[in-house]
Nanobody, 127 residues
Framework: QVQLVESGGGLVQPGGSLRLSCAAS??????????IGWFRQAPGKEREGVSC????????VYASSVTGRFTISRDNAKNTVYLQMNSLKPEDTAVYYC??????????????????WGQGTRVTVSS
């Protein structure tokens, strides 16, 4: 399984914005999956789903904690999925990962098991 590569994290003040990128060699590597999802893991907490975008019709799912602040999108020509994060809060601090998913159950929940997590990208929201 080819890993997805996350980037774009950093330190930002509360209320600020960041755009994360999730790059694949080819989206077709994930034809057996239904979506590409963003997940995050804060210190001492379980990894949780943040958002997913369908590989078929581009439909999206968001966790309630980020709805209205985060936007997931994809650029098929660049084989990249983005997560635009606005109005960031200290509780958004976490390492963010992307992964292919089946269905959308785990797109807004913790507990997703995937054998090929990448190194993630760290987001720190602090003044």
């Amino acid at each position: 399984q080819v890993q997805l590569v996350e980037s774009g994290g950093g330190l930002v003040q509360p209320g600020g914005s960041l755009r994360l990128s999730c790059a694949a060699s080819r989206f077709t590597d994930y034809d057996d999956y239904d979506a590409i999802g963003w997940f995050r893991q804060a210190p001492g907490k379980e990894r949780e789903g943040v958002s997913c975008i369908s590989t078929n019709d581009g439909s999206t799912v968001y966790a309630s904690s980020v709805t209205g602040r985060f936007t997931i999108s994809r650029d098929n020509a660049k084989n990249t999925v983005y997560l635009q994060m606005n109005s960031l809060k200290p509780e958004d601090t976490a390492v963010y990962y992307c992964a292919p998913v089946l269905g959308n159950y785990y797109c807004s929940r913790s507990g997703y098991e995937y054998a090929y997590w990448g190194q993630g990208t760290r987001v720190t929201v602090s003044s």
